[in-house]
């Protein structure tokens, strides 16, 4: 296990930079963003926001672990020197954010020797933060969380997201298609960090999801592993961008073998 002193520092680190940037995309959002006069002016804005809530996260950092690495959505990549590198998605959900709906976060993780270690997600539309560090298991605004007890498959309420490419998005529908009728439902609310929080809080009982980048899952991950979730991609392998898996026991087994049978895998 890594030093708790390291994880402690790492985790009061993550907690402030999420928080201050979820802060500045909550109160720095205009209230009629998703109404605008123009069709390009609701995007510009959202763009600059996402990038405002990067440069404030990755100046809070280098301020704080200048020998850190980072990877960020938006393009930063500095592989640093110390073993700890931090992925982050300073915007996740950015459609919901143009939008108004409460479904977007701020998510911040810190790997050590390429494992995550911390995971933050500021849900700040919601007022909440969830936190978990490896071993320690995961939090919402500092008290216990843990995943539903699996249900039955076909009582499992399942969520999962869709890909911006016209192509892909044709394959992921087939693969919904199939898989809608054997579970209770399917919910897709949009950000991918906020989903696996969710699994992890219990409201849902499993999260699957192709084409998801390190920064959209780094935290999420880690906070649902810690809530007694179960992750991964393709059988007996990592999530990866060709398909991310998470559920408690007795669902996760089904649900990934479903999915490789559907080939949820590929385009």
């Given at each position: 296990?890594?030093?708790?002193?390291?994880?402690?520092?790492?985790?009061?680190?993550a907690?402030?930079?999420?928080t201050r940037a979820g802060?500045l995309l909550r109160?720095?959002?205009p209230?009629d963003?998703?109404?605008?006069a123009t069709?390009s002016?609701?995007?510009?804005?959202v763009?600059?926001m996402?990038?405002?809530?990067?440069?404030?996260i990755?100046?809070?950092?280098g301020?704080?672990r200048?020998?850190d690495?980072y990877?960020?959505?938006e393009g930063?990549?500095h592989?640093?020197?110390?073993?700890v590198?931090w992925?982050?998605?300073?915007?996740?959900g950015?459609?919901?954010?143009?939008?108004?709906?409460?479904?977007w976060g701020v998510s911040?993780?810190?790997?050590?020797?390429?494992?995550?270690?911390?995971?933050v997600?500021?849900?700040?539309?919601?007022?909440?933060?969830?936190?978990?560090?490896l071993g320690g298991g995961?939090?919402l605004?500092?008290?216990?969380i843990?995943c539903?007890?699996?249900?039955?498959?076909g009582?499992?309420l399942v969520?999962?997201?869709f890909n911006?490419?016209?192509e892909v998005?044709?394959?992921?529908?087939?693969?919904?298609?199939?898989l809608?009728p054997?579970?209770?439902?399917i919910r897709?609310a949009?950000?991918?960090?906020?989903d696996?929080?969710?699994l992890a809080?219990?409201?849902?009982?499993?999260?699957?999801?192709?084409?998801?980048?390190?920064?959209?899952?780094?935290?999420?991950?880690?906070?649902?592993?810690?809530a007694g979730?179960?992750?991964?991609?393709?059988?007996?392998?990592?999530?990866?961008?060709d398909l991310?898996?998470?559920a408690?026991?007795?669902?996760?087994e089904?649900?990934?073998?479903r999915l490789?049978?559907?080939?949820?895998?590929?385009?």
């Amino acid at each position: 296990m890594p030093n708790p002193e390291l994880l402690a520092e790492l985790l009061d680190v993550a907690v402030d930079a999420a928080t201050r940037a979820g802060d500045l995309l909550r109160d720095g959002r205009p209230a009629d963003l998703g109404v605008a006069a123009t069709k390009s002016s609701p995007v510009d804005v959202v763009t600059e926001m996402d990038l405002a809530s990067e440069k404030l996260i990755l100046e809070l950092i280098g301020r704080r672990r200048p020998e850190d690495g980072y990877l960020g959505e938006e393009g930063a990549d500095h592989p640093g020197s110390s073993g700890v590198r931090w992925v982050v998605d300073p915007l996740d959900g950015t459609v919901n954010y143009l939008y108004g709906l409460p479904s977007w976060g701020v998510s911040v993780a810190a790997e050590l020797d390429g494992r995550a270690v911390v995971g933050v997600v500021a849900v700040p539309a919601r007022g909440e933060l969830f936190q978990a560090v490896l071993g320690g298991g995961a939090r919402l605004d500092g008290r216990p969380i843990s995943c539903r007890p699996a249900p039955p498959w076909g009582q499992a309420l399942v969520g999962t997201g869709f890909n911006y490419v016209r192509e892909v998005r044709a394959h992921q529908a087939q693969v919904l298609l199939a898989l809608m009728p054997e579970v209770r439902d399917i919910r897709r609310a949009g950000a991918a960090a906020v989903d696996l929080c969710d699994l992890a809080a219990g409201r849902l009982d499993a999260f699957y999801e192709r084409g998801l980048k390190p920064w959209d899952m780094a935290a999420g991950m880690l906070i649902a592993r810690e809530a007694g979730a179960l992750a991964g991609g393709r059988p007996g392998e990592e999530p990866d961008g060709d398909l991310a898996v998470a559920a408690p026991p007795g669902v996760f087994e089904r649900l990934q073998s479903r999915l490789d049978a559907l080939g949820a895998w590929h385009d």
